[in-house]
């Protein structure tokens, strides 16, 4: 963005030069900290925000400790990629000029080997097919000595198969922390298990060492060396040789243990446990499959998970979870915390930590990032890049990885840091906020969801509405299939005659200036753009279509299983229905996925110089149809596509080509078409590529082998929204109780809970809820309740005289989980009270 | 040298025996050009498959792949939404046709032998094929491309220090025999194990040095960002980022090689003719260039030769640690990603470079040193 000031003229003589100077200098600064935007929670529905970063430049760097280095002497203003290095992240911390953003969407875990008793492939005794010995291990590790020492602080524990930062964990706080209490590291306990069970299998101490007719125990343990798991390993093997076992520690890269974990089959021998880890790039809002996945046989065809044998009530739960099962929300949480505790009891694998990934900027820059994902996995980065002490400016961007792999807005690459630049160029119809995995509206005003009576379904915000209705009726002229050699869509009349029905209905209405909206290369919106992509969805997946890509097919297969039809009742303002049988949990995300149907991020025309070379066999939208062909990979930015892609705009601007006129040609005639195909060919002489999208940036400049691209702000997002830059800093509540110091048993006790953002009160309407735990003296949870509250920021925890008459004389504990609507991470605080007898 | 003149035969002092009439002796090249030429290239043939043997492990490789292939199959699979809460049938279903798909797309579903064979033939006819994984900067499969787009980065960085370090050390080197015992002898002396440690070592200092604390040159890369648009503009910022590598070579191994030609110069310099020369009274000059430089002429031209050749494969680590764009690291991230095309690729080229310069340099030594003599000759 750029400002021009208009100077009043300079009087004359030095000391008024300097007292003009010095004027213009404080108007200037006055101005300039004006103009910049700052956050704003509360920002009115509809306020524009201006000042934001107006170029951005994104560099390749894969050194990280590098990038630290360039981001503090000024040389960078942020690094796309989350650090777990605890000096670097000390660095960082510690510094005045830099600033970081956190994520948590890695974590780690042993997996066991659960064949046995012994492997019928050498006849060695497994300790681990046996669940107790299993159950033994959550108690034998201190996930605190991992996550402080081995991690240095940048992890957090985790005891079960649900992330410590996903709502999920939230909503199951005060169990989830009951059984972490019950499985808190114990040595004693662990060793007297594990004495037990390898007695019940037959095997003998001798020196120290368990030995199974007559040889020692012997475990094979698949050390991962890449990260931190060595260490992590190196440590559980050591705990696991202190409990009598021989450890054979094998260090091995992804590359050389896949083929042993999860390539082989577990019953031959080759290993006991793996130090495995497992990442999610989104706040997942629905880990209720989890236990399915984790735990059961049915979580992947791999022979290891075939050799899972779950209690068969864990089996029936977790397949009840997986399948969405349940009528009440209340149900799905009775069963989450029965998974919870059954899954603790079972333990073929042992979670271990969730880490802390630290995302190093400036601390004069400010931007949006997401919990799971980090930075690179931020959407509303675009929204929310700005400096803090000025308007507009460069921001210099460093990432791993840059053009990984070509971009093309069909099957281009999906690398997170070539996805992550591409999306400053894309304005979607919605928009994931970063703290909750909930959806927001962008291009959509409101939506309608109806969804059959008895499923389980929530929603959170009022842009959109839910109704429960006993069934939903699919129109006659609703789009569901299509006829690739007519080019057209097939109907629902004409595919089911005899009627169907749908499980949830979607009305999405998008904002009114939807079409006054302008594409980058200048042309502007149109019905024709919402309806080619659908149409082009179904072509690829056809084994009829001149452009059937068969890398389409399992995807579409998921996409057609459920869906059920799709109309627009209304073009302008654009108004559209989807039928499916596909439910969520959050209303949000069933609207969210029924407002990408009629909706694009690409013009029609650019599409069209695709599919030209595609039908040629010139060129290949997808990596797997390129390699089979032997063609390039379709790239829109660079390389030996670009001439086919010109080459193509050339004939379809000379030919008037309009994809699937039965479709497209509704909306758009030959002189539209040529308009098009001439504004993209300027387009080209200027930006030398064809990415054209509607985003918040376009593409100015791609330098391939310098690894560079350039992103200039649209003219038409020189303003966005200023509810976005809400998004800024996750709001984590800080949580304080205090109390009596004293209570006399039998007697009420009173404890204030403050909670509070940044020192301010959190609002009681951002707070979901506040529960407390009680904890005897021996550390067994005595009672569990809601606080209630008092005003913004403050809750109370009333102990009844019968709670406390439950208690003995001695230290008792009282734990407090506050649960935020505006964030997903939970936090919790305690405090230590005294019983007296009555 | 002992590699040259162990295939080399007759060779003789200086005053050697008459040479034989000019049609035999070409026959005799001609013979012996032709033997040399296909021991070459069946050492190329040899080696390429041995690299292509070894790059895949044996056909091991092809396990390693299948078992990442299921787990990024399942991966995706898992992280479907839309997959959740389907029968583990149609989950398995889906994990098989993404697995199918990849297996069919990297042509696994074939025997590792017979693709080999493939590798073996892309590779000699310098078709170069496919990448499996990689693609070039500008998203092309080609390995040519891949490989053609970083080379002038390489040869750019490489090239340069090479020749200055070359020509320089030599200079310095037979500056250093004629004053050996002396002050700034015994100082490169001195300083000869700082060659120790390598390049990228020097290369970590000069960054922190010059780049985050001085804050003068840049911390990597090989331009500015965004690149100048004038070619002028381009060219001095290219300079300015080649500044700390090209230090960081040459620290790297300077003294080292100064000594190394400097002890070489200083026996050449003790040997009887030479020592004759200087009775005659010929000036140092003429001893230099032609008692001295003159026979040690192969053996410079073969580490010139040989060295500059080995520019091909660039330095991995200090280009990742100057984020220099070239090929050093382009073959770490085809062997981390098993992409065997990419790396047969690369080595095909340094393969055929290495036996051509070979082959060139018999020729060479023969023009240039009096003392070869090629084939079986008679004394007269």
Not at chain 1, 376 to 403: H, Q
Not at chain 2, 49 to 73: P, S
Not at chain 2, 196 to 209: D, K, N
Request: net charge neutral.
């Amino acid at each position: 963005m750029k400002v021009f000031f208009q100077l009043p003229a300079i009087p004359s003589g030095l000391k008024a030069r300097s007292t003009y100077l010095i004027a213009v200098l404080i108007f200037m600064l006055i101005f300039n900290l004006a103009c910049v935007p700052k956050t704003s929670p509360e920002a009115q529905p509809g306020a524009k925000v201006t000042g934001l970063a107006d170029k951005v430049i994104f560099v390749e760097e894969p050194d990280s400790a590098k990038a630290v280095r360039m981001i503090e002497a000024g040389d960078m203003d942020v690094y796309a990629s989350g650090l777990t290095d605890a000096e670097l992240v000390r660095r960082i911390k510690s510094s005045s000029v830099m600033g970081s953003e956190t994520s948590y969407g890695l974590n780690f875990e042993l997996t066991l080997n659960p064949v046995g008793p012994t492997f019928p492939g050498t006849g060695k005794l497994n300790p681990f097919y046996v669940p107790a010995i299993r159950e033994a291990l959550n108690w034998l590790v201190d996930r605190g000595h991992i996550a402080e020492e081995i991690f240095g602080g940048l992890a957090v524990p985790r005891y079960f198969a649900l992330s410590s930062a996903f709502p999920d964990y939230a909503r199951l706080a005060a169990i989830a922390r009951a059984q972490e209490i019950k499985y808190a590291p114990s040595l004693a306990k662990a060793r007297a298990v594990i004495d037990e069970e390898m007695k019940k299998l037959g095997a003998v101490m001798v020196a120290g060492k368990w030995n199974y007719k007559g040889a020692p125990v012997e475990l094979i343990f698949l050390i991962r060396t890449e990260d931190k798991r060595r260490d992590v390993g190196d440590y559980v093997a050591t705990l696991l040789e202190e409990s009598g076992f021989v450890v054979n520690r094998q260090y091995k890269r992804a590359a050389e243990a896949s083929p042993i974990w999860i390539g082989s089959d577990p019953a031959v021998g080759r290993w006991n446990l793996y130090t495995g880890g497992w990442v999610s790039t989104i706040i997942n809002r629905d880990q209720a499959g989890n236990f399915n996945f984790y735990y059961t046989p049915r979580g992947r065809p791999e022979m290891l998970w075939q050799a899972y044998t779950p209690a068969p009530e864990l089996d029936r739960i977790a397949d009840t979870l997986d399948r969405r099962d349940y009528k009440t929300w209340e149900e799905r949480e009775q069963l989450m915390a029965d998974a919870l505790q059954l899954s603790m009891k079972d333990s073929v694998r042992i979670w271990l930590v969730d880490t802390v990934n630290v995302w190093p900027r400036r601390a004069e820059l400010a931007l949006a990032s997401d919990l799971a994902g980090g930075i690179s996995g931020s959407w509303l980065w675009p929204y929310t890049l700005r400096f803090t002490d000025k308007k507009g400016g460069t921001v210099r961007f460093g990432s791993p990885s840059i053009l990984t792999e070509p971009w093309n807005p069909v099957a281009g690459t999906n690398w997170i840091f070539d996805v992550m630049v591409s999306r400053g160029t894309l304005e979607t119809a919605t928009l994931p906020d970063p703290f909750t995995g909930l959806l927001w509206p962008n291009r959509v005003k409101s939506a309608e969801v109806y969804v059959q009576e008895g499923l389980p379904v929530t929603r959170t915000h009022d842009w959109l509405s839910l109704s429960f209705v006993p069934s939903i009726q699919v129109p006659p002229d609703a789009w569901i299939d299509w006829d690739p050699v007519a080019q057209r869509f097939r109907t629902v009349g004409e595919v089911h005659p005899e009627g169907l029905k749908a499980r949830t209905k979607t009305v999405v209405r998008y904002v009114d200036d939807l079409y006054q909206r302008h594409w980058h290369d200048g042309t502007k919106m149109s019905v024709a753009d919402l309806v080619v992509g659908l149409a082009l969805g179904f072509d690829r997946a056809n084994s009829k279509s001149a452009i059937f890509d068969e890398a389409e097919v399992p995807s579409f297969q998921t996409f057609i299983r459920y869906f059920r039809g799709a109309r627009i009742v209304q073009e302008d303002p654009l108004v559209a229905e989807v039928y499916g049988d596909l439910t969520y949990p959050d209303a949000e995300w069933i609207a969210d996925s029924a407002a990408g149907y009629f909706y694009s991020t690409v013009p029609w025309h650019t599409l069209a110089i695709g599919i030209i070379p595609e039908k040629n066999h010139e060129l290949a939208f997808s990596s797997s149809k390129a390699d089979r062909l032997k063609v390039e990979w379709m790239s829109y930015i660079a390389g030996p596509s670009l001439p086919i892609l010109e080459r193509s705009r050339v004939q379809a601007l000379n030919e008037g080509f309009i994809p699937y006129p039965n479709v497209v040609g509704k909306y758009v005639n030959a002189e539209q078409a040529k308009e098009r195909y001439t504004a993209l060919g300027e387009w080209y002489q200027k930006r030398g590529h064809f990415w054209v999208s509607n985003g918040p940036f376009y593409v100015e400049s791609i330098h391939p082998v310098e690894k560079t691209i350039v992103l200039q702000r649209s003219e038409e997002h020189l303003t966005v929204d200023a509810r976005w830059l809400a998004f800024t800093k996750p709001g984590i509540a800080e949580v304080k109780v205090s109390g009596p110091a004293q209570v006399r048993i039998g007697a009420n006790a009173r404890f204030q809970v403050d909670v509070t953002l940044n020192g301010k009160p959190y609002a009681a309407k951002d707070i979901d809820f506040v529960k407390f735990l009680l904890f005897a003296a021996r550390g067994e949870l005595v009672q569990t309740g809601d606080a209630e509250s008092v005003r913004d920021g403050q809750w109370r925890v009333t102990l009844t005289p019968e709670q406390t008459a439950s208690l003995q004389a001695g230290a008792n504990r009282l734990e407090v989980a506050v649960v935020s609507r505006l964030v997903s991470i939970p936090s919790f605080e305690s405090v230590t009270f005294v019983t007296l007898p009555r | 040298m002992s590699f040259v003149s162990g295939v080399i035969s007759g060779a003789e002092g200086p005053s050697g025996g008459r040479r034989r009439a000019v049609p035999s002796t070409l026959t005799r090249v001609a013979k012996y050009t032709g033997y040399r030429a296909v021991a070459l290239l069946l050492t190329v043939v040899v080696g390429v498959y041995l690299t292509i043997l070894i790059a895949n492990m044996g056909g091991y490789v092809d396990q390693i792949r299948i078992a990442q292939i299921r787990e990024a199959a399942g991966g995706r699979v898992a992280a479907d939404r839309q997959l959740q809460g389907l029968p583990i049938s149609e989950i398995r279903n889906r994990i098989d046709q993404y697995v199918e798909l990849e297996v069919k797309r990297l042509r696994l579903d074939r025997p590792f032998a017979l693709r080999s064979l493939t590798y073996l033939t892309d590779a000699l006819s310098l078709s170069l094929g496919r990448a499996e994984n990689l693609t070039s900067d500008s998203g092309s499969r080609q390995v040519r491309q891949i490989l053609l787009e970083r080379l002038p980065a390489t040869l750019l960085l490489f090239a340069t220090s090479y020749l200055l370090l070359f020509f320089g050390t030599i200079f310095v080197a037979l500056f250093l025999s004629r004053r050996y015992g002396s002050f700034l002898d015994r100082a490169v002396v001195a300083l000869v194990p700082t060659s120790v440690a390598p390049s990228w070592f020097y290369g970590v200092f000069l960054i922190l040095i010059f780049a985050a604390m001085l804050k003068v040159l840049p911390f990597g890369g090989m331009v500015t960002s965004p690149p100048p648009q004038s070619a002028l503009e381009y060219g001095l910022s290219v300079l300015k980022h080649m500044i700390l590598p090209v230090a960081a070579i040459t620290i790297g191994s300077v003294f080292a090689t100064i000594y190394s030609w400097r002890t070489f110069f200083l026996i050449y310099s003790a040997e009887d003719y030479v020592e004759m020369a200087k009775a005659k009274g010929l000036s140092s000059s003429t001893i230099e260039r032609r008692y001295i430089l003159r026979p040690t002429l192969p053996t410079i031209i073969t580490t010139f030769s040989l060295g500059l050749i080995g520019i091909w494969t660039g330095s991995i680590i200090l280009e990742t640690v100057f984020n220099w764009p070239g090929l050093g690291r382009l073959l770490f991230q085809a062997v981390s990603a098993f992409d065997t095309p990419v790396v047969i690729g690369a080595e095909v080229i340094y393969a055929y470079l290495l036996a051509f310069t070979v082959f060139l340099l018999d020729i060479v030594y023969a023009l240039v040193d009096p003392r070869v003599k090629v084939g079986e000759e008679r004394k007269q």
